[in-house]
């Protein structure tokens, strides 16, 4: 079978299974097959494809796993990140914390706390190379994989493995970015992300809110005498995260809103 053949039948068969950018996944399922970019799918029709290889690709997304799990990464601000299962696809709207982040550092050290791919500590890093950067996760699988981008980026970020800071050595941070887990348990979500993506990546508790509670309480210690905690909040969660950080001591300074004008990031800084 020739690849306009293929593309044709694929993007089909991904519509039917409720894959919006049907065309365009087509393309790119066949980009990875074919160890090109999407440019060549589209400019070689007459390409003979292995339908065999191509039948597994196609069923895996047919059943909705992340694009980024099949192909194995992730564009972020960018730059690529590998992912796998066990560890979450990074947002674009993610963005908006690692460009908080930026501008809030001088030369650190900050702390990325829940650091997953690690996008936002190695993309930090990257950009601006005199600022010492921390990451840690609860995740070995996660953790891993983080170390793995930074090897390949060559970024030289520290490492910790640790619920919360409970392996943390005794040390204050210039300011603490987080993108913590905020869906509240019974949201519903695209199949891609409930059935495929990692639970503890995602979900905090009845409320979404719970995590930003438990740093609220334990990060002051960690946090030296102005230094700014800086979290990314879910599409309606930036007030109610003011609010609780304002509850527990926490001044606001500013909260930041993303390209569509949602409010994004919240940053707020240490109690007295
Ligand atoms: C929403 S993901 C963010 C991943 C990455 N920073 C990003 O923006 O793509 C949250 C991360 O927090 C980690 N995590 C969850 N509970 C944690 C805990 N108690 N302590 C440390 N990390 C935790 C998860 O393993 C996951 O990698």
Not at 39 to 54: G, M, R
Not at 187 to 195: F, H, I, K, Q, Y
Request: hydrophobic content about 45%; some cysteine; overall charge negative.
């Amino acid at each position: 079978m020739n690849l306009q053949v293929w593309l044709t039948q694929a993007s089909e068969r991904l519509a039917a299974a409720g894959v919006d950018s049907h065309r365009l996944e087509a393309q790119l399922l066949a980009a990875h097959l074919f160890l090109v970019d999407r440019t060549w799918i589209v400019a070689h029709p007459e390409a003979e494809v292995n339908e065999l290889a191509a039948e597994t690709l196609l069923q895996r997304r047919e059943n909705r796993e992340p694009l980024a799990y099949i192909v194995g990464w992730r564009e972020f601000y960018g730059r690529r990140f590998e992912v796998a299962p066990g560890v979450l696809i990074p947002r674009q709207e993610t963005e908006v914390l690692l460009e908080t982040a930026l501008r809030l550092a001088h030369e650190g050290p900050v702390l990325d706390l829940g650091t997953g791919s690690g996008c936002l500590a190695i993309t930090l890093k990257l950009e601006r190379p005199e600022i010492e950067v921390w990451a840690s996760d609860i995740s070995p699988r996660a953790l891993a994989i983080a170390r793995r981008n930074a090897a390949y980026h060559e970024a030289k970020v520290n490492f910790v493995q640790s619920n919360l800071f409970h392996n943390f050595p005794s040390i204050q941070f210039e300011h603490i970015i987080s993108n913590p887990p905020y869906i509240a348990d019974d949201e519903t979500l695209m199949p891609e992300v409930r059935n495929h993506e990692p639970a503890g990546a995602l979900f905090s508790g009845p409320t979404g809110l719970e995590f930003y509670e438990t740093l609220a309480r334990e990060a002051p210690p960690y946090l030296g005498f102005i230094g700014k905690l800086a979290v990314e909040v879910g599409h309606t969660q930036a007030w109610n995260v003011v609010n609780l950080l304002i509850e527990h001591g926490w001044p606001n300074d500013y909260v930041v809103s993303d390209l569509s004008g949602i409010d994004r990031v919240v940053v707020s800084t240490r109690p007295d």
